[in-house]
């Protein structure tokens, strides 16, 4: 059999392939291999491309579909639920046995026993990554499968073995320019399905490194094949012939070697242990290989140029959108850039307030990249925010309080030694004001006795905010240098300016889960804080399905629980709160035994180590409708709670959200 020739033109309307450089030898069997098209099947190529792009759709769809019913059942079960605590009797429990099943052994499953966040540690400071849930190593084991078998569907059958290396080369070269697309659509900070789809960012990212180095590995086979026929030709002259003579394979081996220097620095501990580091670096190298690529087909007039160009659009129209969002947010002519306060607080953390320039949409939840360049110039970081609210405008209020639980808290928390320590009103509560300043033995007055008879349900659709703060707590890098920094002032506390992006993630509200659960591990509370907020305003204007909260926070020692006093503060002096929320705090290692007291009210404290199974198993028999529970948190933390809701699916109706940064 004749060895086959692809056809000249890649597409229709295409034109040739050119700039392949000089060759010595054309009489060689394995020349017309060696560049261009010569023995690439592009129709076969096209034909592969287009069943992936359908898959793709085809997973989004179903994604979407899961997405809808979900949010169309929560709004559902929501408006059903905000009578009676018996409307909520029906959602108590799953009426199709399968659904539970496969959220245990599927959606909430991690690959094996327990383990999913916890992360293999080499020592203190590297650590080799986390293990991906059970359904997102199907997932990426299809793709990667999906993917080999692309490039092994080739002509077995023809003569020259030169014809079968060249098909191969065309393959893996049209399969990695196309999983250009999702890798850099998954890297996006504000990619579009995030929105679309409620599925983190957290896993983006996670699908983003295997989509890449599954393009680098087909990238590098891509170049191989290209060099075997090419040596086979002429030998190594031929090779630096075609490098020194052919700008398209130039920059083609630019290309390749880049990702493979991206693929060398990516392993976690190298990310881990130098992120900000490796993140420019990553950035530099991507934006270079990408170039390469580009050039590479543009010269060669190869077909697949379209799908660089798209990436390239992709990315830069999110780096325009968040350069001009972070503008807005944070610049204005009048008011000049958003100022930033740090102060430091016991247990190695600070609190970092941003005052914005222009109002912000907050959602609980959410989280946001905070950029301080007197530290760390351009790089940013995602925190979640503790606290969000607009700047006090009406009288002080005096009310009575029930104070978060300490031994001494003067003398164990610094309240008495820190005057800055003033709890501050929101505007999303039901009583709004300027500063309070609240003894913890103060009572109400007449007047506001009379005021809280009525509750404030004139909750804005849309709250925005102008101020909102986040707890950073000191690891290293940027965290231990803004603490160290605001540690060595006067009174531990000092500004800058900086900015803010976002907001990010936030997707559930909880408002339509009878019972939530909040789980917080150390400086994971941040996440919490903000539902719990939410949830009690929701349900003093009865416009919410929650009827009960606990609050479960886990921490190594009571100056943790200075991070978020203030806010707990005006949590635990919120309206109706009594009747809904509880909170439990565990502190791990007590200086001494009196240090934890357990009170009998709904704040308590315990000394010791969380342990969610046993508290799930007490709450899911006193449940109220549907349970929704939360965790932020160390990954083996997380992995407990994990755990702990997998083994009560059974008795009823619960989700389980976990909020994570594991890139």
């Not at 393009?215 to 086979?232: D, F, G, K, P, Q």
Request: hydrophobic content about 40%.
């Amino acid at each position: 059999m004749a060895p086959r020739y692809a056809l000249p033109s890649a597409s229709p309307g295409h034109g040739e392939a050119g700039d392949y450089g000089q060759v010595l030898n054309w009489s060689a069997a394995a020349t017309p291999f060696s560049h261009g098209l010569g023995g690439v099947d592009q129709d076969m190529n096209w034909l592969l491309s287009n069943i992936m792009i359908i898959t793709f759709c085809v997973v989004l769809a179903v994604v979407l579909v899961y997405r809808w019913l979900h949010r169309g059942k929560s709004y559902l079960r929501k408006i059903m639920s905000l009578g009676r605590e018996s409307d909520q009797r029906y959602w108590m429990h799953e009426h199709n046995k399968l659904w539970p099943r496969v959220k245990k052994h599927l959606l909430y499953a991690p690959l094996g026993h327990t383990r999913h966040n916890r992360e293999f540690q080499i020592s203190n400071a590297i650590g080799i990554g986390t293990l991906p849930s059970r359904f997102h190593t199907i997932l990426l084991v299809l793709y990667l499968l999906s993917n080999t078998a692309y490039c092994l569907i080739l002509d077995y059958g023809h003569e020259s073995e030169y014809s079968v290396i060249a098909e191969l080369r065309g393959r893996t070269g049209q399969l990695a320019a196309l999983n250009l697309i999702p890798t850099v659509l998954f890297a996006l900070r504000n990619n579009p399905l995030i929105r679309f789809t409620g599925v983190s960012y957290d896993t983006f990212n996670l699908l983003h490194r295997w989509c890449a180095r599954i393009l680098i590995l087909e990238a590098v086979v891509h170049t191989i094949c290209w060099a075997v026929n090419t040596h086979r030709a002429a030998g190594s002259a031929q090779i630096a012939l075609t490098l020194a003579t052919s700008t398209s394979y130039q920059w083609g081996m630019v290309a390749t070697c880049t990702f493979s220097c991206i693929f060398l620095i990516t392993p976690s501990p190298f990310r881990h242990a130098f992120y900000e580091t490796f993140l420019n670096t990553h950035r530099i190298l991507v934006m270079l290989a990408l170039a390469g690529v580009y050039v590479h087909l543009d010269k060669a007039n190869l077909p697949q140029l379209p799908y660089v160009k798209l990436a390239f659009a992709l990315w830069g129209t999110e780096w325009l959108w968040r350069s001009l969002r972070i503008c807005y947010l944070n610049v204005s002519r009048r008011r000049g850039l958003t100022k930033v306060h740090i102060e430091a607080l016991p247990g190695e953390a600070c609190r970092v307030t941003f005052d914005l320039r222009r109002p912000w949409t907050y959602t609980p939840g959410c989280h946001v990249h905070a950029y301080i360049p007197m530290m760390s110039l351009w790089s940013s970081h995602p925190f979640s925010i503790a606290w969000a609210e607009n700047r006090p405008k009406s009288p002080s209020l005096e009310i009575e309080m029930e104070k978060l639980p300490s031994h001494n808290p003067s003398e164990v928390m610094g309240i008495g030694k820190r005057p800055s320590l003033v709890p501050q009103q929101s505007t999303y509560s039901t009583k709004t004001g300027k500063r309070l300043s609240i003894p913890s033995t103060v009572k109400e007055t007449a007047a506001n006795k009379q005021t809280h008879q009525l509750p404030n349900t004139s909750i804005p659709r849309e709250a925005t905010v102008t101020s909102i703060s986040l707890i950073m707590r000191a690891r290293s890098g940027l965290t231990r240098q803004i603490y160290e920094r605001a540690s060595k002032h006067p009174g531990g506390t000092f500004s800058t300016w900086g900015a803010i992006e976002g907001p990010y993630g936030g997707h559930e509200s909880f408002t339509s889960y009878g019972t939530v659960i909040l789980f917080a591990g150390g400086v994971g509370i941040t996440h919490c804080v903000g539902y719990a907020h939410h949830l009690l305003t929701q349900y003093a204007a009865g416009t919410c399905a929650t009827k009960k909260i606990l609050l479960v926070w886990s921490v190594p020692n009571t100056e943790c629980l200075e991070w978020v006093r203030v806010w707990m503060d005006e949590i635990l002096r919120m309206e109706h709160r009594r009747e809904v929320l509880r909170i439990q705090l565990f502190v791990t290692k007590p200086r001494h035994r009196g240090e934890v007291m357990s009170n009998t009210g709904s704040v308590q404290m315990f000394p010791g180590r969380c342990n969610p199974t046993t508290i799930l198993e007490k709450e899911m028999p006193e449940r109220i409708g549907a349970m929704g529970v939360t965790v932020c948190g160390p990954g083996a933390f997380a992995d407990s709670v994990r755990g702990a809701v997998r083994g009560v699916m059974n008795q009823g109706a619960i989700d389980f959200i976990e909020e994570a940064f594991t890139y």
